[in-house]
């Protein structure tokens, strides 16, 4: 069996409802290979005498999965634990013959390769040329002794750092299956003993790894150790990274050393190597606000900065800041040192982020702007997303629904607090009807079997584990195809009233008797949206933009002020006029100013003034006000200002999409040539809707 069935096992291993065109889209695969992959499920069921997935090439068409089908499914998940008959995907031909280069530093020849595998020489002839292609863009080569064999030449901490990434983005994908079997085949040190060290070290120590990233830590562990066993020198370039006097202070450094006790041959690792795992062990765990390091203060002031410059930058304003506080803390410190050390992240949700919530990730990325002078570079888009994540919490605060008797549910995240944060406030906000347990991890499954009515879990959970209660899987960050799917699968299960709304499936085959349709998928899913509304965090499909929040009204040119208060009340003057704000609003902003200094000076010569909506904001705009001579607001770095922003915001949601947009403009200088040279305010109006 190969990862392809595999991971087709997963996705209908808890299904009651599903069409050819639902495996398309979450696979992200066509028509004919969706088909395919369900004729090669389809062998096996036959060759279990139970009853085959019947589907329809029409795509839309729900298939028929009986409960014997169901159960065999399930029997067939349980049976792939076992290595024999696994057959590797190609691109696990990859990693797997990586792997073989990274263990053995001496040479591996091309039958070792064979033989590993059990493929032809020309399959494997095929997959190192393409692995070398790959590895280049990594500034690794593969060098070839035409004697000996196949060998990996390139910096150490590169050659690690490719490891690592095989590791998370295949476990991101839903399957270790490859390394099982190589660690098996390897007789390398066993993964469910390693799981048992290192989670009774962890309670001792008090280290806490987030579910997904400890299996990520456990099969990393066991391969880079046996590389340091192995005699591979990191020395030189550890030594540049990283203190590691500080390092042999930490808690992280204790856990290392009573780690590598538990296996033979771990006292040859050099010391430099240790200081690396505890660096890396910082790295992915997370860190604790209750406990008393010393780098707590440090970072706790590097955490306010930030939350205080994403308040001023977004116009928001918390309402949960401690909640805030902890979340940002738990993920920010090991993310300092992974930035400080210079350690490989990979976030396998950063695209989802990006594409699901463009807005907010461009408001943190000009947030950590200034932060980037204590790394030395920019912020990875990798830790941006992660952030990102963090602080959608300020657009949480859902209310429960009230009424009838509710059914328990239990939100199932392996990813982390953010990803958790963010998919239990999306769900909340769909079924209102459900009361949602705080999200946990999987190993905690068994705790709630008894109190919950339905589980939305991440990942796969055996039907051992979650008894007869309905477990739902969903992806950490929706889209909004997934999030009408989801609706769909919990009326199937649970029953409801949204049987009674129109199917998209329905419409779409109605539509196409009649029509021509000249973008399906377009069409498909705005139907989906249609019918789903579905509340996001934020609300990036009724939000704002920069032209709906700006108008000639309230913009000017060349005004005169004589200091910073007057120019902060010329820029809300004609706001006040127009009822946008009462002039509560503006004396509030004053005040703020003068107790905690020019906070609203966001970058050089632009500032941005606001207050919270409860002071007097009574309509969304953003006034512009370009002065003919900057003045001086007190803010040594970006001082003098000579452009306003004016922003009122009446809540926390409205206005993201046009702040985005503005943090562009605030990166582009011929907008502020623009301003500096228009005549009046429509050709600023013009420039901002084009």
Not at 74 to 85: D, F, I, M, P
Not at 575 to 588: A, L, R, W
């Amino acid at each position: 069996m190969d990862n392809e069935l595999m991971t087709l096992l997963r996705f209908l291993s808890k299904k009651t409802y599903v069409t050819l065109k639902d495996i398309e889209l979450y696979f992200n695969i066509t028509t004919r290979q969706a088909s395919y992959r369900l004729d090669k499920l389809n062998d096996l069921l036959q060759s279990a005498q139970v009853p085959q997935l019947s589907y329809s090439t029409s795509a839309r068409k729900p298939m028929k999965l009986s409960k014997e089908t169901g159960a065999a499914i399930e029997a067939l998940l349980t049976s792939a634990n076992v290595n024999e008959g696994y057959y590797f995907s190609k691109k696990e031909r990859l990693i797997y013959i990586y792997l073989l280069l990274f263990l053995d530093l001496e040479y591996v020849s091309l039958p070792d390769f064979i033989d590993a595998m059990q493929v032809s020489r020309s399959t494997v002839l095929m997959d190192l040329k393409e692995l070398t292609q790959i590895l280049e863009e990594h500034h690794i080569k593969i060098k070839n002794n035409r004697v000996k064999g196949y060998y990996l030449v390139g910096s150490e901490m590169e050659i690690r750092r490719y490891m690592m990434r095989d590791v998370i983005y295949t476990l991101a994908e839903g399957s270790g299956k490859v390394f099982d079997v190589f660690i098996d085949k390897q007789q390398l040190d066993i993964f469910d003993y390693s799981r048992l060290v290192i989670s009774e070290l962890a309670q001792t120590y008090h280290i806490r790894f987030v579910e997904d990233r400890l299996a990520e830590f456990i099969y990393i562990f066991i391969f880079l150790k046996a590389r340091m066993q192995r005699g591979k020198d990191a020395s030189a370039e550890i030594e540049q990274i990283m203190d590691l006097q500080i390092m042999t202070s930490m808690k992280e450094y204790e856990f290392t050393r009573a780690l590598l006790k538990n296996y033979k041959n771990a006292d040859g690792i050099k010391e430099s190597d240790v200081n690396y795992i505890a660096a890396w062990i910082l790295g992915i765990s997370f860190g604790d606000i209750n406990e008393d390091t010393k780098d707590c203060i440090v970072i706790s002031d590097l955490i306010g900065k930030i939350m205080t410059r994403f308040e001023y930058l977004s116009g928001t304003h918390y309402k949960n800041t401690e909640e805030i506080f902890i979340q940002l803390y738990s993920h920010f410190r090991p993310a300092y040192y992974r930035l400080i050390f210079k350690l490989p992240i990979f976030n396998p949700l950063r695209e989802k982020v990006k594409e699901e919530y463009p807005e907010l990730y461009r408001l943190v990325a000009e947030t950590m702007k200034p932060f980037q002078v204590m790394f030395g570079e920019a912020l990875p888009d990798d830790e941006i997303a992660y952030l990102a994540m963090h602080f959608s919490m300020i657009y949480s605060g859902k209310q429960d629904h009230k009424g009838a008797p509710q059914k328990v549910a239990l939100v199932v995240c392996s990813h982390g607090i953010g990803s958790s944060a963010i998919l239990y406030n999306e769900l909340k906000a769909m079924f209102p009807e459900f009361h949602f347990l705080p999200p946990t991890e999987s190993l905690q499954v068994h705790a709630y079997i008894g109190q919950v009515d339905i589980i939305f879990s991440t990942n796969y959970i055996a039907a051992d584990v979650s008894g007869h209660i309905p477990v739902i899987k969903v992806s950490p960050i929706m889209s909004t195809a997934e999030r009408y799917q989801v609706f769909r699968e919990v009326y199937v299960q649970m029953g409801g009233s949204f049987l009674k709304q129109p199917s998209v499936d329905v419409v779409m085959n109605i539509v196409s008797k009649y029509a021509d349709i000249k973008e399906e998928e377009g069409l498909y899913h705005e139907l989906i949206a249609y019918f789903s509304h579905v509340d996001t965090l934020p609300q990036t499909q009724s939000a704002l933009t920069l032209s709906d929040m700006v108008n000639a009204k309230i913009i000017q040119l060349q005004a005169a002020a004589r200091n910073w208060e007057e120019a902060v009340r010329i820029g809300f003057a004609p706001m006040v006029k127009e009822g946008y704000i009462t002039q509560n609003y503006v004396e509030e902003t004053i005040r703020s100013v003068k107790t905690i200094g020019p906070y609203i000076v966001i970058t050089q010569h632009v500032a941005l003034p606001h207050a919270r909506p409860e002071a007097g904001a009574l309509k969304e705009a953003l006034g512009i006000t370009v002065l003919k001579e900057p003045v001086v607001f007190g803010n040594e770095a970006n001082d003098p200002v000579k452009y306003i922003f004016s922003l009122s915001a009446v809540n926390n949601e409205n206005h993201i999409r046009a702040m985005a947009k503005l943090m562009e403009l605030l990166n582009d200088q011929a907008f502020f040539r623009l301003l500096d040279e228009a005549k009046n305010a429509e050709e600023i109006l013009q420039y901002i809707n084009q």
